[in-house]
């Protein structure tokens, strides 16, 4: 199962903290990710991080988003600053592979 959280209205240039709970996978050897949604188009990867630590982002993010987990908490978190309003969308978390269900998201709304 996973639990999104943290999502919210913010000023372009300001800052945001998601997290995702997971529960129902073993959390430390998973590859986790976090995706987005935009209105009127597909999901896309835009954070990942490897049980070894090592994370990877997609362009437009890199330098603004860290991807970080706390695996005592089974708890995956994506720090977002510098936002802009090309952020804006609902944020999934799940495995690499898609693997499990996915949840309800959080919405992410950045104005301009």
């Known amino acids: 199962r996973l639990l999104e959280s943290g999502g919210g209205l913010v000023q372009a240039g300001g800052s945001l903290r998601l997290s995702c709970r997971v529960s129902?996978?073993?959390?430390?050897?998973?590859?986790m990710a976090w995706f987005r949604q935009a209105p009127g188009k597909e999901r896309e990867l835009v954070a990942s991080?490897?049980?070894?630590?090592?994370?990877n982002y997609e362009d437009s993010v890199k330098g603004r988003f860290t991807i970080s987990a706390d695996n005592a908490r089974t708890t995956l978190f994506l720090q977002m600053n510098d936002m802009n309003p090309e952020d804006t969308g609902n944020y999934y978390c799940?495995?690499?592979?898609?693997?499990?269900?996915w949840g309800q998201g959080t919405q992410v709304s950045v104005s301009s």
């Open positions: 129902g996978i073993n959390f430390k050897i998973a590859h």
């Open positions: 991080r490897s049980s070894a630590g090592i994370t």
């Open positions: 799940n495995t690499m592979s898609r693997s499990c269900g």
